[in-house]
Every structure is written in C-alpha cells, then in structure tokens.
C-alpha cells in the first residue's frame, strides 16, 4: 500500500508546487502592478508658468502662458502648486476691448482668463531675480506661501516660459535678460538641493531651442518651439481685439492638451509631434537625453496634470516592510512645567500705578513781566501823562 | 455811524460762527490757498503740543510762528475761534476809524489846494465831497469782513488775521498821526512777517506830511524827524526780538521764522511764484534766484516813494498790495488785506481801464483753485503746471489791478492838476499814457 500512496502525495505535491508557483507568479504580476504605483517616482506636481513680456502687443504671450494654466488647472494641479508670473495685465489693460478676458482663439472662442485665475507674481515683480529665486527657493522669509514654489524630491515640475527670446537669453520686461547659462545654473542647484524629482521644460519663444542647449542636470526633459536660428510665429491676429491673440506652438499644444484627460495615457512622444512644421512654420525640438525613463513611458499627466493613483484590486498584496520607522526624539522639556500665572508675567503694579502728568510748559515770568510793563508803558505814554502830549 | 458798523459786524460774525459749525471748516482748513506754512492753524497747536512736551517748538521744521504767537495761544488755544473773530472785528473796526480819519484830512486837503487855486478850472467833476465820502469807511469794514477770503481765512483760524490785524492798527496809529505808536506796531508787523518793513516809507512820509514837514534832502527837520522815526522804530523791534528771546530763552526763533521767510525751504504749493520755480531750480542757482525773488519784493518801495510822496496812503495800499503778491508764501488773507481799501479809490471808478476782465480774472482764478487742486492731487489728470498757471494768472489779476489803480490815480492826479480836456500843442485831444 506503500506505493499508491506517495504517488498520490507526489500528485498532490505537485498540484500544491504548481498552484504555489502559479499563486506566486499571479501574484508578481499583481506586486509588479503594485510595483507600476512607484514606477514614475512623484508624488506630487508642480507648475511654474512664466510670461515675460510687457505691453498690451504681447497680447498672445499672456495668452500662452493662461491656455498652460487652465489646462494644468484643469487636469488637477491645484492654485497652491501653480507658480504663476504675468509681466502685464492683459485682461484689465485700457486697450482691452473685452475687460476682464484673455481669449486664445479668433472670434473669442476660448476666455482663457476665467475668474479664478490666480496671479502670483503680476507686472513688475516678473524679474529674473524673483523667478530665479522661485527656482531656487532661496526666498526672503516675508514671502507669502503662494509665492513660494514649495516642491521636494519627489515633485514633478513642469515649467513653461514664453515670451521675446534670442540666441542663448529670454527678455524679461523688456529690461533684463536670463541666459541658458543662468537657467541651467538655477536647475543644478534645484537638482542639489532635491527641489524636483522630474523637470519638463517648455519654451515658447524664438529660437527657443538655444535655452535648453545648456541644461546639464538629470532628469530634464526640455521642449522648444522653434530651433536656433528660426523665429515662432504668431497665430491668427483677432481683428476684434487688434493683436495676435497666440503663437502658433502654444496655440496648437492647447488644442493637443484639450483632448487630454486625467485618466488619459497619452504620453510624451505624442507631444514632441505637437507642432509639425507645415503647421508652426517653425521646428519645434526637444531634449531627452538627461531624461532617465524613456519618453513612451512618461504620461502627460505625469507633468500636466496631478493625479493620483489609484487601482482597485481584491488581491492581498505583500509590500516589503519599510525601514525602520521614525522615531523621531523629541526634545525632552528640560523647562519647568509648573504653570505660569498671569499677573506673575505682567508687572501689573507698575501699570496701575499712575505715570506723573507732564507738566505743561508755562511762560517764564520774566517774560510776562516784560511784556506787560511794555504794554503799560506804550499805553500811558499815548493816552496817558499829559506832558508826553507832543508825541501824539 | 456805529449802529450800521455794529450791524455789519454782527453779521460777519453771525457767518463765521456758522462755518465754524459747518462741515466747511475741516475742508478749508486743509486748503493751500488759505493756510501756508507760515500761518496754519495745524502748525501752531503742533508748536503748542511739542512745548507742552518738553521740547522746543522750533526744533523740528513745523512750527514758524513768532514766540509772541506762542504766548498770545498759549492761554487761548481752547477759544480760537473766538480770537480770530474778535481779531477780525478789531481789524475791521480800526479800518473804519482809519478811513474815517483819512477822509479828513482828504478832505481838508482838498479844500487848501482849492484855496490856493492850485486846480485847474474845470475839474469840478473830479471833486470829491463829503456827501460821497461818507459811507466810505462802512464800506471798506464791509469789504474786509465780508470779503470771501477773509472769511475763509477767518474760518481756517489762519494767523494771517492776526497779521492783518497788527497792520490795521498800524495803518490807525499813522493816521492818527502818532509817530510813537505807529513805530511800535510797525515794528510789531515787522516782528511777525519781515514783508512789513517797507511799509516804513509810507508811514514816514505820511508823518512827515501831517507835521508838514517838506520832504527835501537838504532840510534838516526832515532827517531829525527821520532819525527819530528809525529810531523809535529799530528800538521796538529790538525790545521785542529780545523780549522773545526770554520767552524760551534761545534764539532759535530768529532762523525758523526769517529764515524760513527768506529762503523759502518749502515748497508747498500756494497761490504765490515761489514753489514752482525753486521745485524745479537746479541747487546751484537756488541761492541767486531765492536773493532775485526777495529783493523784488523790497524793490519798489523806493521809486514808488519818489512817485508817490504826496500821496503816502495811496503808497501804503499799493505796497500792501505788492506785499501780498510777491512774499514768499501768501495767501489769501493777505490779499483780503489790501481789497479792504479798493472802496477808499472809488473815485477813481471813472478812470479804471480793466474793471471787467480783473474781476473776471480773479473771480474765475479763486473758483479754478480748487477744481485744479483737485485734478492734479486726487484725480492725477493734472500736474503742477495746471495749478501754477492759474497762480500765475490770479498774480497777472492782482498785479493789473494794481497798475490800474496806479494808472488811474496818477492819471487823475494829472487832470486835478492840468484841466480835463487835455490838448496837445496843435490843440488836437491828447490822451495820458503810463509809461
């Protein structure tokens, strides 16, 4: 009897081993799915929408940089993550046939300018030095939190710049210039203090491509409208509103993020063919070699949007235990403890008893002595004693 | 005539003690044109406040009133309002006893010139008559208590009162011919604001006049009398800057009120030609051009003496009026001052030549003031060369004005003298022109 009886057990092994392998490797597949959760590294997003440009001309500047806002907004990053630097106020400028709106397409299609837009940095407090310091976080303590780009290392900032650029700079305010030497400064030091995990860069301006050359920090995906040595080109003027109300790069990366949606898993190549030339007149670049992931695997929303991961699943999944949890030492209160009553910290009996009045300033008697016998003589000597008759 | 004086001073009063009440107080207590530097009523509570604490009032830049200011406010400051008016009242009153006195000896004046046959015959027309003469001095009490500016003036408790005031009684004591007293209170007005020093010439010439004394250099009553005069009057002014110098025992009034006055460090805006120009003058011509504008005030005493020797009350208005314009910080009680005595001229009504266009002139400058003051501090559509154009032109008004009486009293000083119909040698009409 011995015989049917460990076939059976080897039978039963086996299924056991089969089933254990097939559990285990169902079960990488949901770890490796678990695993997917962490796979982009962040865990939360920021913007920092930067329009450098001044005057009621650069209308469609303005215009770029609120079509980003509103999709990002949309897409779920919140006004407490967004950075938002307008050199001019377009919507309320006197030339502005249409107060309080900023339009994006002809005949007034699309108010990019809503009414919860919110502008950190408005009209001259767009400098280099303030968005610089944005970057960098080196900020004086009085700034409001609004202000402030509050990122870690496991943010993912998108930044997107527009407005009058050359060979190597951009023009702020018509009176200053940031290099790509600065910009790429700025974002090392970023990088060194762990102010971002993953950094996308966009460029709307001419020769765009020129500001991303410099860039040497990891983890910078960069794109550009229009390569070193060609101009971005505006798009429709609104004859309406007598500028040009978009530049043709940002007009047609709106149109493209229009369609995208917080569960959309469009990912960045799909960008990078955004704005073929026969449409932008100019050829858009972009730079990924210091870009860890490989571009098909970065999702828009990676860097558009704030979205939060989440998978429903029945399976029990085992996640590998953290190290060890913090225990953070408080202090110990080396003060005493014993509670302090109020009149022992206020010197009460110095403030109910009664400062002596100031004396108020009386003339000196001299002078009143003198005035009067002044007096008193110019008066006898008019009407007074006869013989002094003659002077009268 | 004291019912129908009582009666015009009762109802100047009755006004100012309604503004008083009113809203209107606070408002043109602020105005610019009211209150200068020198004369707010702001500056000297703020004097008062800083003594009371301790400290000099003049140590800051605040305060430029005279110590006498200081006393005079000192026991006073709770009933202000009082004292401007009583000081309005009493200036008005020792006008109307003034010109009372000075309709006089007009008068008697007239009558030895029509003895001694120095008029020509047919100029009965520009006789002048009692009859005529008789409502001047209500009228020019009116005139100053009821005259707009001086109500606001009175109403912002400007001190310019005050000085008008001392320059009342001044102008009573010379025409009461007492030498004595007219010395003490032109040293007073002197003492408050430097201006009054040249209403020296015009008291000495009148004086000299009512002890007929002839005004000739080589005469030696006329420098005894002089000397006398300058020397009653430089003794006053001494008494009375030492006398202040005792009442905060420093010296410190002296630059924080005449220098102030005479360089002229503010440049708030008014309604005189000081601020514009030293706002925009380069540092380095400050001094000459400060020197050029003070002595134009000082300028004209002496060919007006000339001029104007027989007529030293004529000379006394047009200096007041030449005062006002061209201090360095007037205001509009100091043009009160001298409009006070326009019904004194009013014979002279038939020679004005620019009647219409100076009252124009002056009513539509007075009205623009505040409508310019307005656009170029609050609305910010106008900028300081609106307000200054309207302070040039309010000055061109005054200073037409000015030269129209003149004009018009030389001119008929010409007539009184040489006959109405004037003809030229080949008998065709001729016309008298200032030149």
Not at chain 1, 103 to 117: A, P, R, T
């Amino acid at each position: 009897m011995a015989v049917p009886v460990p076939a059976v057990c080897w039978v039963r092994a086996a299924a056991a081993l089969l089933l254990g392998c097939c559990g285990a490797a169902l079960a990488s597949g949901v770890q490796d799915q678990a695993e997917q959760f962490f796979r982009s590294g962040h865990t939360n997003n920021w913007a920092v929408l930067v329009c450098t440009s001044r005057f009621w001309f650069n209308y469609r500047h303005v215009a770029n940089t609120l079509s980003v806002y509103r999709s990002v907004k949309r897409l779920g990053i919140p006004d407490s993550h967004i950075v938002l630097m307008l050199a001019d106020d377009m919507a309320c400028n006197p030339r502005n046939p249409k107060p309080a709106t900023v339009f994006s397409h002809k005949n007034m299609e699309l108010n990019v300018y809503g009414d919860d837009v919110e502008v950190d940095y408005r009209s001259y407090e767009v400098t280099v030095e303030n968005f610089l310091r944005v970057l960098t976080g080196r900020i004086p303590p009085s700034t409001p939190r609004s202000k402030r780009l509050l990122s870690d290392d496991r943010s993912n900032i998108l930044i997107y710049m527009t407005g009058h650029g050359g060979n190597g700079f951009l023009k702020f305010q018509d009176s200053e210039e940031i290099t790509n030497v600065e910009l790429a400064d700025a974002f090392e030091q970023m990088w060194q203090k762990r102010r971002y995990n993953e950094l996308l860069f966009i460029i709307d301006t001419c020769q765009g491509a020129s500001m991303y050359e410099r860039f040497y920090s990891p983890n910078i995906m960069a794109l550009a409208s229009s390569q070193v040595g060609e101009d971005s080109l505006s798009h429709q003027p609104d004859l309406g509103i007598g500028v040009h109300l978009m530049d043709r790069y940002t007009f047609y990366v709106l149109e493209f993020l229009e369609e995208i949606h917080p569960a959309s898993q469009t990912n960045m190549n799909d960008l990078f063919q955004v704005c073929p030339k026969s449409l932008c007149v100019s050829t858009p670049g972009h730079r990924t070699d210091l870009f860890q992931r490989d571009p098909q695997n970065v999702l828009i929303t990676d860097f558009f949007g704030s979205v939060r991961k989440v998978e429903i699943t029945t399976e029990t999944i085992s996640l590998d235990s953290d190290s060890a949890g913090f225990e953070s030492k408080l202090p110990k209160d080396d003060l005493a403890t014993e509670p302090l009553k109020y009149a022992e910290q206020l010197p009460v009996a110095q403030i109910i008893h009664q400062k002596p009045k100031q004396k108020d300033w009386h003339p000196p008697g001299g002078f009143i002595l003198g005035l009067w016998a002044l007096i008193i003589m110019v008066f006898f000597k008019t009407y007074g004693i006869k013989h002094m008759k003659h002077i009268f | 005539m004291a019912a129908p004086l009582v009666l015009v001073v009762l109802v100047a009063v009755t006004i100012r003690a309604a503004l008083y009440r009113s809203s209107l107080a606070a408002f043109i207590s602020e105005r610019v044109e009211v209150s200068s530097p020198l004369n707010a009523w702001k500056r000297v509570v703020e004097g008062l406040a800083l003594l009371d604490l301790g400290v000099s009032p003049y140590s800051g830049a605040v305060f430029h009133e005279t110590p006498l200011i200081i006393y005079l406010f000192h026991f006073l400051v709770e009933y202000a309002e009082l004292v401007f008016m009583i000081t309005d009242v009493l200036t008005a009153v020792a006008l109307y006893l003034a010109i009372q006195d000075f309709n006089k000896v007009v008068f008697k004046k007239q009558k030895l010139l029509i003895e001694l046959d120095k008029y020509a015959p047919d100029v009965a027309e520009l006789i002048r008559t009692p009859m005529e003469m008789h409502y001047i001095p209500l009228k020019v009490a009116l005139f100053y208590l009821l005259n707009p500016y001086t109500v606001m003036s009175c109403v912002a408790k400007s001190t310019c009162a005050i000085n008008n005031a001392v320059i009342a009684f001044f102008i009573l004591a010379t025409i009461k011919g007492s030498a004595f007293l007219s010395a003490v209170f032109l040293a007073l007005a002197t003492f408050q604001s430097l201006y009054p020093l040249t209403l020296f010439a015009p008291a000495l010439l009148y004086l000299l006049q009512r002890q007929f004394i002839p005004i000739k250099l080589k005469s030696k009553s006329f420098w005894l009398y002089t000397t006398q005069y300058a020397a009653l009057y430089l003794c006053s002014l001494v008494v009375i800057v030492c006398l202040s110098f005792f009442l905060l025992n420093s010296w410190d009034f002296i630059p924080s009120v005449y220098g102030f006055i005479l360089s002229v460090p503010d440049l708030t805006p008014n309604i005189g030609l000081f601020w514009y120009f030293f706002a925009e003058m380069f540092e380095h011509f400050s001094l000459f051009f400060v020197c050029v504008f003070q002595i134009n005030v000082f300028f004209y005493t002496i060919p007006l003496a000339i001029k104007l020797k027989e007529h030293p009350v004529f000379f006394m208005f047009v200096q007041i009026a030449i005062i006002s314009i061209f201090k360095s910080y007037p205001t509009v009680g100091d043009v009160a001052l001298y409009m006070a005595f326009l019904p004194v001229w009013n014979h002279l009504y038939r020679f004005l030549r620019n009647i219409f266009i100076l009252s124009c002139v002056l009513i539509v400058c007075s009205v623009l003031f505040p409508v310019l003051w307005h656009l170029w501090i609050y609305a910010g559509s106008a900028n300081s060369n609106f307000y200054y154009a309207i302070t040039l032109t309010f000055n061109i008004g005054q200073i037409l004005l000015v030269s129209d009486y003149f004009y018009a009293f030389l001119r008929r000083e010409y007539y009184l003298t040489h006959g109405l119909h004037l003809t030229r040698q080949d008998g065709t009409e001729a016309m008298l022109v200032l030149k």
